[in-house]
């Protein structure tokens, strides 16, 4: 089911085993950023996300604002879209970018790609390096393919813009491991309640190729996918092809809570 072995692709891809490449411009400690729904005048979950923001800027040693909602507030917001970037420099400015979010209609589809790596205090933070993850969007997209998914060591580690949770023959639903080196996910943290109110238990594991395999259903979840059902991997079909009562909850329970998520900005 997994297109590559993870060790190969990822030396052939980075000049040093273990690091993505960086230049002066993009050093991973310069910014630390997060992407929040935008409705024209508000953010969604905008308390979360700093809150996500402030720790990876302290695992970065970049200053926290004492009075960041008021810089936000004042911030010129760029660009056009349904998702607002919100970036803190190390400089201390604040930046916010608009983009929209474009994806296609359940099901998606999905290539694995090998996981971009970085120094262990960078690892899972939402750091200025980001290329790799819009490079294994893009590659997926060529390929035919909606999304791709992480894979690090043999293990699905993380998506390129969101977060993979499979339901279990046994029906458990597990998400990648932070271990792995993902980014800890507000959304998949905003629906974790409803996943257990449904009567399914919630775990962190290790996502292997057997795991994939024996699954009955994979799901994303994300700011800008919301809530998505995936049908194969690699070409080859996850579950019975059909949405089931892990996507329902989780879909329902998203569009629930995001409708009094909302923080207004403008």
């Known amino acids: 089911m997994i297109c590559c072995e ?14 993505v490449s960086m230049n002066a411009d993009t050093a991973p400690d310069s ?6 729904r935008w409705n024209g005048t508000s953010v969604a979950w905008l308390d979360k996300h700093l809150e996500r923001l402030e720790k990876h800027a302290k695992r970065l040693s970049i200053d926290w604002p004492v009075n960041i909602s008021e810089k936000i507030t004042q911030a010129k917001i760029d660009g056009h879209g349904n998702l607002c970037r919100i970036q803190l420099n190390r400089d201390g400015t604040i930046q ?7 994806y296609s209609k359940s099901p998606l589809t999905a290539v694995s790609h090998p996981a971009p790596r970085f120094l262990q205090v960078f690892q899972g933070a939402k ?14 997209n060529e390929a035919g393919a909606d999304i791709a998914l992480l894979v690090h060591n043999g293990a699905v580690v993380d998506g390129d813009h969101c977060t993979p949770i499979i339901l279990d023959s046994d ?3 597990f998400s990648p491991s932070l271990d792995g080196g993902g980014v800890d996910s507000i959304s998949l943290a905003v629906l974790v ?3 257990e109110k449904a009567g399914i238990p919630f775990r962190r594991a290790k996502l292997t190729e057997n795991l994939l395999g024996r699954a009955n259903e994979l799901i994303v979840v994300g700011t800008g996918v919301g809530v998505a059902w995936l049908s194969e991997i690699d070409g080859q079909r996850i579950g019975s092809g059909t949405p089931g ?9 998203f569009e629930s809570e995001l409708e009094k998520a909302w923080t207004q900005l403008r």
């Open 6 to 19: 993870p060790r190969e692709c990822f030396e052939a891809e980075n000049p040093i085993p273990g690091l």
């Open 31 to 36: 910014s630390v950023f997060t992407t929040l």
């Open 96 to 102: 916010l970018r608009l983009r929209e979010s474009n």
């Open 127 to 140: 750091h200025a390096d980001w290329e790799g993850y819009s490079k294994a969007r893009q590659t997926s």
């Open 171 to 173: 029906g458990v639903a």
């Open 193 to 195: 309640p409803a996943i």
């Open 245 to 253: 009562r892990l996507y329902e909850a989780c879909k329902v329970a």
